[in-house]
Nanobody
Framework: QVQLAESGGGLVQAGGSLRLSCTAS????????MGWFRQAPGKEREFVAS????????TYTDSVKGRFTISRDNSNDILYLQMNSLKPEDTAVYYC?????????????????????WGKGTLVTVSS
């Protein structure tokens, strides 16, 4: 199975930017749809964005559209989340995830579906 390790979290002021990275190991990276989820204090985990194994098809939750960009580097087995125009409500632990479903399922994730493998998370704090 694939192992996932996030990095790039930290403290940033509102309006600022951060780029999260997720390094995958242990299995063929292109076998997986990849995604980012987040969990704010006292709230349930929520879907943020996903990307197909080709990197071509992406899905975003409405609250991050136009501000966040998900991408993947299949040559180096890395998933990214570029976060711009950050808001205090973006504060959360961000998790990288991998789905072994061979068919891309963006709508499924938007409707609360999860993925099969998870990283340990990286904390993003946005101050006002």
């Amino acid at each position: 199975q694939v192992q996932l390790a996030e990095s790039g979290g930290g403290l940033v002021q509102a309006g600022g930017s951060l780029r999260l990275s997720c390094t995958a190991s242990g299995h063929t990276f292109t076998d997986y749809t990849m995604g980012w989820f987040r969990q704010a204090p006292g709230k349930e985990r929520e879907f943020v964005a996903s990307v197909s194994w080709t990197g071509i098809v992406t899905t975003y939750t409405d609250s991050v559209k136009g501000r966040f960009t998900i991408s993947r580097d299949n040559s180096n087995d890395i998933l990214y989340l570029q976060m711009n125009s950050l808001k205090p409500e973006d504060t959360a632990v961000y998790y990288c995830a991998a789905d072994r479903n061979p068919y891309y399922a963006g709508t499924y994730y938007l409707n609360g579906g999860g993925m099969d493998y998870w990283g340990k998370g990286t904390l993003v704090t946005v101050s006002s």
